[in-house]
């Protein structure tokens, strides 16, 4: 029903950015609570960030927090994450996702997302 295709991953040198897209299909996108994670080569999936259905607050991982800018257009079913000031670390594929509700709690639990993208590569050198 829903789905959700990530863009704007590459290859950057550190201390660069990347802005990455989330499209999402479905007339419902405005009412969704949108998250992306991230999970590097070897580790676990973890939260990145989340945005407010209404786009009026959001939450980062601290690992980001000051370096990451998510956002939303509900107008293009879309969701960013302008990634600055990159570091070798941010290296990961990161995953757009959508939890088909307005909740504002337990955001860095994957257990509350209903859809998955299938990612986009960032790959950030020394």
């Known amino acids: 029903q829903v789905r959700l295709v990530e863009s704007g991953g590459g290859l950057v040198q550190a201390g660069g950015s990347l802005r990455l897209s989330c499209a999402a299909s479905?007339?419902?996108?405005?009412?969704?609570?949108m998250g992306w994670f991230r999970q590097a080569p070897g580790k676990e999936r973890e939260f990145v960030a989340a945005?407010?259905?209404?786009?009026?607050?959001?939450v980062y991982a601290d690992s980001v927090k000051g370096r990451f800018t998510i956002s939303r257009d509900n107008t293009k079913n879309t969701v960013y994450l302008q990634n600055n000031s990159l570091k070798p670390e941010d290296t990961a594929v990161y995953y757009c996702?959508?939890?088909?509700?307005?909740?504002?709690?337990?955001?860095?639990?994957?257990?509350?997302?209903?859809?998955w993208g299938q990612g986009t590569q960032v790959t950030v050198s020394s």
């Open positions: 479905g007339r419902a996108f405005s009412s969704y609570t």
């Open positions: 996702a959508a939890r088909n509700d307005a909740g504002w709690y337990a955001l860095n639990l994957q257990m509350y997302y209903d859809y």
């Open positions: 945005i407010r259905w209404s786009g009026d607050s959001t």
